[in-house]
């Protein structure tokens, strides 16, 4: 039988911003990318009231490839 996990991530999701480029991540938000391995995934943070922090917030929204709980956005 194969188990599911239900797992949450609590914590800061951050930009990495180099001279050159930008970098999305923080460790919290890695739970969030885990591949399709059957979890749920919820993450737990907040996002600035800043350009950043909408460009957080519409990634969560709008990245497909991640298996996120998107209830709370």
Not at 52 to 72: I, M, P
Request: charge should be negative; glycine fraction near 10%; hydrophobic fraction near 45%.
């Amino acid at each position: 039988m194969k188990q599911s996990f239900r797992i949450a991530g609590l914590g800061e999701v951050w930009w990495d911003v180099f001279p050159d480029q930008i970098h999305f991540g923080g460790a919290a938000a890695n739970y969030a990318a885990a591949p399709d391995v059957g979890w749920t995934v919820s993450l737990v943070s907040c996002a600035g009231q800043d350009s950043l922090g909408e460009q957080a917030v519409y990634f969560f929204k709008t990245a497909s490839d991640w298996h996120l709980n998107r209830c709370s956005i």
